[in-house]
């Protein structure tokens, strides 16, 4: 099965909606800042089987392309009205995400009070099972995001 390509390649300065980040800012802004051992995390847009390729295999494959480890996840987002998606870069290839009883652990140990009302080790474990549909089109992505390869998600923005 052949996914649909929903986006547009217009140029930056004519875009009328909202663009990634692009990988010279991971590479110059991003990764110098973070610690040894450090994780950025950010949301990578519309992650359900029919979306995935708007942009969250673009952003997947642009942070690979800078950092040695990425970690793809996604949620149901009601308001969102899909599944969202997220992606966790590290800085050293040899981490390892945290075992569902390490995150447990920690959480009781860090959290005072009312635990997570949402997250726990069996949870995150199950954010990271994608489907096979979104891990094939990630697989298949090989663009990268950059200043002069832009890609839009339209009805983000208007065009001034």
Known sequence: CTLPRPHTRIRPHTAPCRAPTPQEFYQTVVLPKLNPGGVFIT???PCGFLSCTEVFTLIHS?????F?????YAQHIPSFCDIWGYNMALQDAS?????PE???????????GE??????GQTLQGLLMLNKV??????????VFTKDNARFIHGGGVNK
Not at 115 to 120: A, E, M, V
């Open 43 to 45: 949301q990578s847009g």
């Open 62 to 66: 642009t942070l690979r392309s800078v």
């Open 68 to 72: 040695p480890a990425v970690h793809a």
């Open 95 to 99: 981490a390892k995400l945290l075992t």
């Open 102 to 112: 390490e995150l447990d652990a920690r959480a009781a140990e860090r959290i005072s």
């Open 115 to 120: 635990p997570l009302k949402f997250l726990d």
């Open 134 to 143: 979104v891990r094939k089109a990630m697989a298949d992505e090989k663009d």
